[in-house]
């Protein structure tokens, strides 16, 4: 997986000449995968992702020029509430044993000035990938008081169970997951 | 010497026998319950609430069993030895039972409430996907302990049936 990480790493600074690469800072933990669900319709059930990986590329002069791959450990999966996580885990959502990861691999950006822009890609989850569009904005970038240099974005979107293969009832209103995406990269 | 069970040991051992059949069957049908039925909460409730008495029934037991000298035990030496073996993997499948469906529920350090009477303390996660590892544990030594439990009662039918001894009246106190 650090092979393809790297080698797709490696294709983007081809691929993009004056784009800077970023490794996102999941050791840090400036960055999360976050979900939010309904339940039964009267409340949000909120959880995230704690082991995700990856790298962007962005340069703020070609924002269409964008790339940003993530992997997410679903075994990490964590709705503070260990019987509710086993479930998750189970074969009756996640199935982590069969399907330990998910990916986002994006292959088009769209920019919609101000900062935002449509990032559109494929999802695997569950074993099924779909196309899906991140709604995304830019936070900020800039250096860090360590010596460093920081971009951040945050994302949104919206997937729903059933495209997954995630058939398990929750009820009318919680067909649909909603993910958050916060990414804090360091440039290389 | 005692001729069959004292009265305790029989009474433990029945409640322990039907519990854990219970026990057994709904774990085995609250897992598939769907989000809708009206169990899906008060099943894992009573089922985390029957097996945490069962757990302090079951001390109670071993002590109550250590401090009773057994009445005779019939069979040659090898029968005899097995019994003993089976008997002990008995005890430590049902403590490791109670272990590791304690720590499903625990791993977020969430105490376990026995209807609704009192809770049981947390000790908090323990090792790395707790809830997983402790669920797959309890799932394999519930059904070893059931498979075990079922030649526990062939071996007391043989003895009651084929070798026509006293095993299994000494357990229904019948003699």
């Known amino acids: ?188 | 010497m005692n001729f069959r069970w004292p009265r305790r040991i029989v009474i433990f051992h029945w409640v322990s026998a039907f519990t854990v059949i219970g026990m057994f069957a709904s774990g085995l049908w609250m897992v598939d319950l769907t989000y809708y039925s009206d169990w899906y909460k008060t099943a894992p409730h009573w089922h985390k609430s029957v097996g945490l008495l069962l757990f302090a029934i079951t001390a109670l037991r071993l002590m109550a069993r250590a401090a009773t000298s057994r009445p005779p035990s019939f069979g040659n030496t090898v029968e005899k030895t097995l019994s003993h073996v089976g008997h002990a993997l008995l005890y430590t499948l049902m403590i490791a039972l109670f272990i590791s469906g304690y720590l499903i529920s625990t791993a977020d350090g969430r105490a376990i409430d026995v209807f609704n009477w009192f809770s049981v303390p947390a000790f908090g996660e323990l090792f790395e996907n707790q809830e997983v590892i402790a669920g797959d544990a309890h799932f394999y030594i519930a059904w070893s302990l059931i498979v075990l439990s079922t030649i526990h009662v062939i071996a007391a039918l043989k003895h009651h049936f084929l070798s026509k001894d006293d095993t299994l009246k000494q357990m229904l106190r019948l003699r």
Request: hydrophobic share 35%.
């Open chain 1, 1 to 188: 997986m650090k092979k393809l990480t790297l080698a797709l790493a490696a294709a983007l600074s081809l691929g993009t000449a004056q784009a800077a690469d970023y490794v996102i800072d999941s050791k840090g933990a400036h960055a999360s995968i976050n979900f939010k669900i309904q339940h039964l319709g009267y409340s949000w059930l909120t959880g995230r992702f704690n082991d995700f990986k990856g790298t962007f590329s962005y340069d703020d002069n070609a924002p269409t020029a964008a790339k940003i791959m993530v992997t997410i450990d679903t075994d990490s999966i964590d709705s503070n509430h260990a019987e509710r996580d086993k479930h998750l885990k189970s074969d009756d959502f996640l199935n982590t044993d069969d399907y330990p990861e998910a990916k986002f691999v994006s292959t088009k950006v769209v920019d919609k000035g101000d900062g935002t822009m449509d990032v559109m890609g494929d999802f695997t989850l569950h074993g099924v990938t779909k196309p899906i569009t991140i709604e995304a904005k830019k936070i900020g970038e800039g250096k860090d008081p360590w010596g460093g240099y920081r971009a951040g974005f945050m994302g949104t979107t919206t997937i729903a169970l059933k495209d997954y293969g995630i058939d398990y009832d929750l009820g009318p209103a919680s067909q649909t997951v909603e993910l958050e995406l916060h990414v804090e990269g360091v440039k290389q």
